[in-house]
């Protein structure tokens, strides 16, 4: 049997996203952009061209981290990784609590005490590859608040579900969620 997929255009490039099952009521299109270089670049200058002035970018352990990188390298800022666990490297560290729709269980997010100094009275653009429950966008913020940045917007990709109706994220597109 074929897998069932959802076929979207991001930042002018077809994708097939193959729907995965959350729970009993509710299929997800999986959004991965890994390996992706050609839709990494692309996206990265949409999500820039819609992007207020920065000075740093975070982004969150997981799946956006070659969308900030990309974003870093074509705007020449910064970015840094809120990591799941601390590191040793990692002095002082500061961590929120987060729960993700995609992954099982709470975890945390931390940076450490350099990384909040190159936040701290700066303009910090939060990037994620799908905001859906704004779980992990939250946990973000928070961070960025405790290294005293200014967030100035939060933007992903795709915005899941009612995250499209939301105000106070810039995305590219809107990816719907699929009842069983």
């Not at 077809?14 to 692309?42: M, Q, Y």
């Not at 936040?119 to 779980?135: A, F, H, K, N, Y």
């Not at 899941?160 to 810039?170: F, K, L, T, V, Y």
């Amino acid at each position: 049997m074929k897998d069932k997929t959802y076929t979207m255009e991001i930042a002018g490039l077809k994708r097939e996203l193959p729907l995965c099952s959350i729970n009993d009521k509710i299929d997800i299109a999986a959004f991965i952009i890994f390996g992706d270089v050609e839709l990494t670049v692309a996206a990265s200058a949409e999500l820039l061209k819609k992007a207020p002035d920065f000075d740093v970018i975070i982004t969150p352990e997981a799946k956006s981290i070659p969308l900030a990188y990309e974003m870093s390298r074509q705007s020449g800022k910064p970015y840094v990784v809120a990591r799941k666990k601390v590191k040793l490297y990692m002095r002082n560290p500061v961590g929120v609590n987060v729960k993700s729709i995609t992954t099982e269980g709470v975890q945390k997010l931390y940076i450490s005490e350099a990384e909040a100094n190159m936040m701290e009275g700066r303009r910090v653009l939060v990037v994620d590859d799908v905001i859906s429950t704004g779980e992990s966008l939250e946990a973000v913020r928070q961070l960025v608040k405790l290294a005293g940045g200014d967030i100035v917007a939060s933007c992903a990709v795709l915005a899941e579900g009612d995250a499209a109706n939301r105000d106070d994220i810039i995305f590219l597109e809107p990816l719907p969620l699929f009842n069983k």
